[in-house]
């Protein structure tokens, strides 16, 4: 099974609103948020938006990436 490479406009059309899918990178891989209610309609607690690569933002956040590495990886982000 081959692995998906997703550039930074595919993942942007992933952002969990009107019925598609939720994906976010954190640190180069592109994980699925689509059912974790923490993201409800592509978005985290009004914080975070789905579509995004949120690497900087979760080096930030209260809790450690250690919590992304819980969803399903569906790819890996294209370096720029």
């Given at each position: 099974?081959?692995?998906?490479?997703?550039?930074?406009?595919e993942?942007?059309?992933?952002d969990?609103?009107?019925?598609?899918?939720?994906?976010?990178?954190?640190?180069?891989i592109?994980?699925?948020?689509?059912?974790?209610?923490?993201?409800?309609?592509?978005?985290?607690?009004?914080?975070h938006?789905?579509?995004?690569d949120?690497?900087?933002?979760?080096?930030?956040?209260?809790?450690?990436?250690?919590?992304?590495?819980?969803l399903?990886?569906?790819?890996?982000?294209?370096?720029?």
């Amino acid at each position: 099974m081959s692995i998906r490479i997703f550039t930074m406009e595919e993942l942007r059309g992933y952002d969990g609103r009107d019925g598609r899918p939720g994906y976010v990178a954190f640190d180069g891989i592109v994980y699925d948020v689509t059912d974790s209610w923490h993201w409800k309609n592509g978005n985290h607690w009004a914080l975070h938006d789905a579509g995004r690569d949120l690497t900087c933002q979760i080096e930030g956040a209260p809790h450690t990436g250690e919590m992304m590495r819980r969803l399903r990886i569906v790819g890996k982000l294209k370096k720029s």
